[in-house]
Every structure is written in structure tokens, then in C-alpha cells.
């Protein structure tokens, strides 16, 4: 494949979505849709990047700022005028580059890869000025219409100026399409002659065969790849082909869902076989868990690792790295900086906050860990309570292996307790507990006579 420089179109006002967040920062399985087109595209390694943005630029611009990425380029397209005046204004930035230029639809977030290398070989293979993506679809409604004149492309036509017989067509145009340099010239040429009174890229087709080049059709089978999405219920609908996917390709690995319409899996997660995932599981981005784990009840699991053999039950894990046959819940709230080391237990309505918790130790019931780091084989009773916030700052706790702690006792951090301690239940202790010792902190039981009037 020769070089090649990519333009997302993304400055649409997205007006069918309804919303004050910009159509392609709305998130397909937890990933913007236009870091999904980002993603398929860099994987080709192109020379550029080039996205063009308008309407609430400066959200996409800082979320693109963020996720870093290379040889990635910003235009603005002030007002809205099409996607033939959304291409032109890249030209300032790529008309003396003599690659291939593929433009693609920041809404068209689920292409693939090896479609877009398919369409930049394709039309390398026949030296034609552009070709296109198109797909034939069981519901073309909304999409642009292929129309073929003896058997060759001649023009798109938009749903709105179709006629009768152009809506009967099911070649679609996916809205990504590869063209040579001849594009600045023909894009020149677009009026904004029909129903929205916009230049419309796909005119390009028509002129480029007026100047006398070769347009070509690259057809993939996948009509799901081509998905535009230009409300929230097409968004949806993207969400769940991802999800039939995802839960198909967890099946193949040996991972059991007993209902597979009633979980939602991201497409990134990692699951390890012999898993099961009961009713009412979320699994958001970044997760990975191992073997022969079982996730029950309504878990709700994001950017965490969780090691084989564990078992999760009606829990709230989030940014957690858990080790091997570890128990969580039932009704557990695992903050991010929690670790879990492996056959720990964090039960019964417990939370922990950048927290470690050492091999075997368990912390059974009611519980608040956070800023604390537990030893190996230690109890902490029933009702524990790290104290770790003044009013200003966070303080740590930590707590040596093979100690006991009784139940509700407050440690008011920073506070250190060494190893083979024993804490009385009812205690608040203020003051470190050196290795070996029992501690008691609280007041002493008083029997008093008791006085009947
Ligand atoms: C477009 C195509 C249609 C195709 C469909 C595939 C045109 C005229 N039509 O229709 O043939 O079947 O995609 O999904 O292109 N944009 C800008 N600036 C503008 C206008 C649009 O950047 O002034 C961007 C949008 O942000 C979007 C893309 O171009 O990412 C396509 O625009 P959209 O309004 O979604 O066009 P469709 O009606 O979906
Ligand atoms: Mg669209």
C-alpha cells in the first residue's frame, strides 16, 4: 500500500442527536465515536491525520488533545456549509501532498481496518480518482443512493433529492471514500445545488467523471461496518451489534453468559475462560479478569484487573487491581487504588480506597479501608473504620500482618500498627501499636447499682 493521509469529518452540528455534547464525542461502548475512526485509521499508519472540526470544536479539540495522537492534525470549518466544504478546508494543509487522501465520516464508527486498506488498495490496483465505500443494506433510508449507469458508478444522490426509483436502490455510500489529488479540483466545482442547499461531497463523483477520471465502488459485505450514526437511536443499534460481537467472541473463548441479553460487555474486555457472568453484569472499558471467575448480581466493573478463581458479587469495582480467588461482596464498593491481593475477602456492604490488602486478609463486613495498607492474614472485625481525612488532608493507615482487629474500631489516621497486634472491638486509636501488643482503647465498662423509684 502506498502513502496515504486520512480527513475525519467531524464539524457537523449533529442536530438529530439532541444534545449539547458535540455527535462524535458521543460514546459507542464507553469510546467516543470519532476515536473509534481514529483508531481504525491509525492502524494504517497514515502520513497525516487531518480532522476537521466546527460546531463545539473546542470539546472534541480538548479530548484530542488528551488521548495523543500521532501526526494528528486540527482544521476548523467555521460554519457548517457540507462535507465538500468540510474537506476544503484541509486543503490549506495537505494540497501539496501527493498520497492517496482518504476521507472518512467521523460518525461511521465501526469500520474496519482491513476495509479501509481494502478501499486505498482497491483504488490504487485501478488508478481511479476516487473510489468509494458502499454497502449494500437491508434498510437504505437516510443514506446516500449508489447509482450505476452500465454497470459503473455515475453519481450518489442524497435521500432528500432522490427520486422514486434512486430510493428503491440498497448500494449505499458508507461516506468514507479514497481519492488522488485531482479531489481539490473537483471539489471546486460543488454547488450547493439541492434540498439543503449544502455542498455535498458526494457531488465529487459526477465531476470527477465530467473532468474524465475514473471513479470506482469498493462494495464490502458487512453492512454493520458502514453504520452511520446520526441519532441516538441508530447509536444504540451501533451499540448493540458491538455487543453481539463481543459476547459471540467470549462464547468461542469459553466464557459462559447465562443471559446474553442482559449483560453489557466493552469491546476491550479480556475474560478468561470458564468465567461465568450472570444477569445484570456491566463490564466497562479497560477490564481483564481470569479464569474460572464468577461475576454475580448487578457488578458494575470498570478499569480494573481481577485474577482467576475470584468471585464477584453485586459489587462497584472501579479502577481495583484484584488478585486470585478473591471474594468481593455481596455490596462492596472497590474505589480506584484498591489491591487485593490473592484469597483476600471484602464482603457485606464494605469499601476500601487506595487501599492494599495483603494475602488472606479479610475484611468481612461494614467496613471503610481507604489510604491503608494491610498486612497478610489479618481480621478486621465487623465495622472498621479508617479515619483518614482531617478536614484537609488524607492520612494513611497501616496495619501489620497476622494482626486481629476487633469489631467497630476507628483508627484515626496516620496511625501504625504493627504485626501479631490485637485491637479490642471498640477502640479508637489515636497512637501507633508497636508489634506484639493487645491495644485497648475505649472506656472501661462501670456496673452500677440500679436505682427503682
Ligand atoms: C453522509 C453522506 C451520505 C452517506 C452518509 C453515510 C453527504 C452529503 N452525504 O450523509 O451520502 O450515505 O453520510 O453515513 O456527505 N460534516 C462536516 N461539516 C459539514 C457537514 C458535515 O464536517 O458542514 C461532517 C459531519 O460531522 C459528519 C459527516 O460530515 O461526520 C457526514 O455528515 P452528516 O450530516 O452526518 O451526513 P449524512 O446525512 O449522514
Ligand atoms: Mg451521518
Not at 57 to 62: I, M, T
Not at 115 to 135: G, H, P, R
Not at 371 to 399: Q, S, W
Amino acid at each position: 500500500m502506498k502513502n496515504f493521509s486520512a480527513i475525519i469529518l467531524a464539524a457537523g452540528a449533529g442536530t438529530r442527536m439532541k444534545s449539547s455534547l458535540p455527535k462524535v464525542m458521543h460514546a459507542l461502548s464507553g469510546k467516543p465515536l470519532i476515536k473509534w475512526v481514529i483508531d481504525a485509521v491509525s492502524s494504517l499508519k497514515p502520513d497525516n491525520i487531518v480532522v476537521v472540526l466546527g460546531h463545539e470544536a473546542d470539546k472534541v479539540e480538548e479530548y484530542l488533545a488528551k488521548i495523543n495522537v500521532k501526526n494528528l492534525k486540527i482544521v476548523y470549518q467555521k460554519e457548517q456549509l457540507g462535507s465538500a466544504h468540510a474537506v476544503m478546508q484541509v486543503r490549506k494543509v495537505l494540497k501539496s501532498y501527493g498520497g492517496n487522501i482518504l476521507v472518512l465520516s467521523g460518525d461511521v464508527p465501526l469500520i474496519e481496518k482491513n476495509t479501509l486498506a481494502f478501499l486505498i488498495k482497491d483504488n490504487q490496483k485501478v488508478n481511479s480518482s476516487v473510489a468509494v465505500l458502499a454497502a449494500e443494506v437491508s434498510d437504505p433510508f437516510g443514506y446516500g443512493r449508489i447509482v450505476k449507469k452500465d454497470g459503473f458508478l455515475e453519481k450518489i444522490v442524497e435521500e432528500k433529492d432522490a427520486n422514486i426509483l434512486e430510493k428503491r436502490i440498497n448500494l449505499i455510500n458508507s461516506g468514507i471514500y479514497c481519492f488522488d489529488k485531482n479531489l481539490w479540483k473537483a471539489l471546486s466545482k460543488v454547488k450547493p445545488n439541492n434540498v439543503k442547499k449544502e455542498y455535498y461531497i458526494t457531488d465529487t463523483i459526477a465531476i470527477l467523471k465530467g473532468m474524465g477520471k475514473t471513479a470506482s465502488l469498493t462494495v464490502t459485505k458487512n453492512e454493520n461496518e458502514v453504520k452511520g450514526i446520526n441519532n441516538r437511536l441508530e447509536l444504540s443499534q451501533a451499540e448493540t451489534l458491538l455487543e453481539y460481537k463481543k459476547i459471540k467472541e467470549l462464547f468461542e473463548n469459553g466464557v459462559s453468559i447465562i443471559d446474553a441479553n442482559n449483560v453489557y460487555i466493552s469491546y476491550d474486555a479480556k475474560i478468561g475462560q470458564d468465567s461465568v457472568i450472570y444477569p445484570g453484569v456491566f463490564i466497562g472499558e479497560s477490564v481483564i479478569i481470569g479464569k474460572n471467575c464468577v461475576l454475580k448480581g448487578s457488578s458494575y466493573i470498570t478499569n480494573s484487573n481481577i485474577g482467576s478463581d475470584s468471585v464477584i458479587s453485586y459489587s462497584y469495582i472501579n479502577g481495583a487491581i484484584i488478585g486470585k480467588n478473591v471474594k468481593v461482596g455481596p455490596f462492596s464498593h472497590i474505589r480506584p487504588g484498591s489491591v487485593l491481593k490473592d484469597n483476600v475477602k471484602v464482603g457485606n456492604f464494605s469499601e476500601t480506597k487506595k487501599a492494599i490488602i495483603s494475602k488472606n486478609s479479610k475484611v468481612n463486613h461494614l467496613s471503610y479501608i481507604g489510604d491503608a495498607e494491610i498486612g497478610e492474614d489479618v481480621n478486621i472485625g465487623a465495622g472498621t473504620i479508617t479515619c483518614n481525612y482531617d478536614g484537609l488532608n488524607k492520612h494513611k493507615t497501616i496495619i501489620g500482618s497476622r494482626s486481629f482487629v476487633g469489631s467497630n474500631v476507628n483508627f484515626v489516621a496516620p496511625v501504625k500498627v504493627g504485626e501479631n497486634v490485637v485491637i479490642a472491638a471498640g477502640s479508637t486509636v489515636t497512637r501507633d501499636v508497636p508489634s506484639g501488643k493487645l491495644a485497648i482503647a475505649r472506656a472501661r465498662q462501670e456496673l452500677k447499682r440500679r436505682i427503682i423509684k
